[in-house]
């Protein structure tokens, strides 16, 4: 029997929808059972109480809890390595950023490739650093540090986190833009790192702004400027470090990745209620406390994000002779 033209084809165009009707359930199903958040560092720091918002938040909107599940170790690589691991039905999601364009660098023998075996999801914020001094040093602007670090090369100990961590790169990119040559002294944290700055062990730091800020405000150290491309609100009256050295930036960025081959439309469902979350004024106001100037877009925003941190870094990390502990 020979079917009319147009049944033929409305059979057909059916018969061709049906193998997507499964992932767009999943889709729409999405999430069914508590979702895995994994952070790479310990709790209690500003990336896992990032981690945390977000996680309460979807929690909130999605209907299943989003846990966070702390595995800290190795710069975070530990963290990275179990979820490039996972399976990727959306099930296990990664606190990514900086850390992981620092480390694709950093560590040559990794059991994975952070830009191929991560999808990028959501953008969360970035978070720029400020550089703090010890009020006995004699430069009160960024123009008579640069003028005395060059005038005093290697008898400047610049504090970090510890090697490879933001606040260490931020250093290590002032000091090629600025010409200038200081001893880094790296600490397991920021808390100690500032400690020993207050104490006058060490004469500059380039400090996450939540852990520097109330020293600044007490006059225990004096800030220069912050990292970010201008002024950050937290401290209006301190110049960005752009406004003398152009293209310089340096923050702390945070979003969520999702193992390779996780469907691109649960993707797209995590990353649009990330965005409505970030949207929304009260936790806005939240990640604003953290140091955050707050993130949105699509996962090929954040993709890119991160592509242009991992190559901004290596130039920093092999200019540098950067090596791991």
Do not use: C
């Amino acid at each position: 029997m020979k079917l009319p033209r147009r049944t033929f084809l409305r059979l057909a165009a059916s018969a061709g929808a049906l193998p997507a009707l499964p992932r767009l359930a999943s889709a729409l199903d999405y999430p069914t059972r508590p979702v895995r958040l994994i952070v790479g560092f310990p709790a209690g720091g500003a990336i896992d109480t990032t981690g945390r918002l977000i996680a309460q938040s979807l929690s909130e909107r999605l209907g299943q809890p989003f846990v966070v599940e702390n595995r800290s170790g190795a710069s975070g690589n530990i963290a990275t390595a179990a979820v490039a691991r996972a399976r990727p039905d959306g099930y296990t999601l990664l606190v990514a950023g900086s850390n992981d364009a620092i480390n694709a660098t950093l560590y040559d023998n990794l059991s994975f490739k952070f830009v191929q075996h991560i999808a990028p999801v959501a953008s969360i914020g970035r978070a720029p650093n400020v550089m703090v001094v010890h009020p006995s040093l004699p430069a009160k602007t960024l123009q008579e540090f640069i003028a005395y670090a060059k005038a005093n090369p290697g008898k400047i100990s610049m504090a970090s986190a510890g090697v490879g961590t933001p606040s260490h790169m931020a250093g290590e990119l002032f000091k090629m833009m600025a010409s200038v040559a200081m001893v880094h002294v790296p600490y397991r944290g920021q808390p100690p790192a500032l400690i020993d700055l207050i104490g006058g062990q060490v004469q500059v730091d380039f400090s996450t702004i939540p852990s520097a800020l109330e020293y600044v405000k007490a006059g225990n150290l004096r800030a220069l400027a912050v990292t970010s491309p201008a002024r950050f609100a937290a401290l209006p009256d301190v110049p960005a470090i752009a406004e003398f050295l152009p293209g310089y930036e340096a923050s702390t960025l945070t979003g969520l990745g999702a193992p390779s081959d996780t469907p691109a439309d649960i993707i797209e469902v995590i990353n649009k209620e990330t965005n409505r979350v970030l949207a929304d004024p009260k936790i806005k106001a939240q990640f604003v406390a953290l140091g955050n100037t707050v993130l949105s877009g699509s996962p090929a925003d954040f993709g890119k994000l991160i592509t242009d941190e991992t190559g901004k870094w290596a130039k920093v990390i092999r200019a540098a002779n950067i090596k791991p502990d």
